[in-house]
């Protein structure tokens, strides 16, 4: 049997922003079913990779393919159709403050299909009911709880059943209780709707609780990908310090900052 086609292929994938290289050829291969966590410590470049991996950003050189869509060179409706099969998971939830919650979940139904609005509201609420969140969807988002506010987000990310679904870091600012219930969610959403999830955490307990696989990234660099047995017995300092959080010593070049402070402010 061959093996099924990945997801996400990322190939020597290079990031600057400016003069500075945030990702040094970073390869990344998602394969079907699978929870891939993308770890590492803050700047290591976590989002920077996201952000290329949702078409956000363009790759200075190297590639990225989404269902083997080269999002680069694809067109307008081959990337529609891509966005379509991704749900995004933003770390603020990202709620409009002005809809409901249900209308908020509603939006990519609304926006995406034809459907009519009975169907529209019964998928939405279904969706809200996988998140634990049944029956709350005539509340205002300002009504709702932290933790709430990210599942009524997840709700929305998953409303079009996306094969593949991007989180994150979903633990910020959660308290330990409610980010362990959010681990939870994400490996019953993985068996229940049989989504590819890739979760980007600094969070080392929430990390090795629902991945199957960690990709651990390093100043711009993958240091590893495997399982989380092989990461926790990795022979290599730097993840060794990781998961002991032992901090690295860090050199702040003055000028650079300066510089970096100056063109912030212009
Ligand atoms: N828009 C930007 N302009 C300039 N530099 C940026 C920009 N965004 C990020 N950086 C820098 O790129 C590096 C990598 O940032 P990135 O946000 O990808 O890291 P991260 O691993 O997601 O960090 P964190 O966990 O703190 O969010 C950091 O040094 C950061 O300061």
């Known amino acids: 049997m061959t093996a099924p086609a990945p997801l996400i292929e990322v190939e020597k994938l290079e990031a600057w922003y400016g003069k500075r290289r945030i990702l040094n050829g970073v390869d990344f291969t998602v394969h079907p079913g699978e929870i891939r966590v993308i770890m590492g410590g803050s700047g290591s470049g976590k989002s920077t990779l996201l952000r290329h991996m949702l078409g956000l950003n363009r790759p200075v050189s190297g590639s990225v393919r989404l269902f083997g869509t080269d999002l680069a060179t694809a067109s307008d409706r081959e990337k529609l159709e891509v966005r379509k099969r991704i749900g995004v998971s933003f770390q603020g939830g ?3 403050t002005s809809m409901t919650v249900g209308d ?3 939006l990519p139904l609304r926006e995406h299909t034809s459907l009519d609005e009975q169907t529209i509201r019964i998928m939405s609420r279904l969706k809200l009911e996988v998140v634990n969140l049944g029956g709350f969807q005539d509340l205002m988002p300002s009504q709702l709880s932290g933790g709430m ?3 009524a987000a997840l709700a929305r990310a998953v409303v079009m059943d996306p094969r593949l679904l991007f989180f994150d870091e979903p633990s910020a600012g959660l308290d330990p209780v409610v980010s362990a219930e959010l681990d939870e969610l994400i490996l019953r959403l993985r068996d229940a709707l049989r989504m590819t999830i890739v979760v980007v955490t600094h969070e080392l307990d929430s990390a090795f609780k629902i991945a199957d696989t960690i990709t651990v990234l390093d100043q711009g660099n993958v ?3 495997g399982t989380t047995a092989d990461v926790r017995a990795a022979d290599n300092e730097r993840i060794q310090d ?3 959080r032992r901090p690295r010593e860090v050199h702040v070049d003055a000028d ?3 510089q970096r402070l100056v063109g912030e402010t212009e």
């Open 256 to 258: 650079e900052y300066l």
């Open 149 to 151: 506010i990210k599942r």
């Open 223 to 225: 240091l590893m990908t």
């Open 94 to 96: 990202a709620l409009l």
């Open 242 to 244: 990781l998961l002991n």
């Open 104 to 106: 908020n979940v509603a």
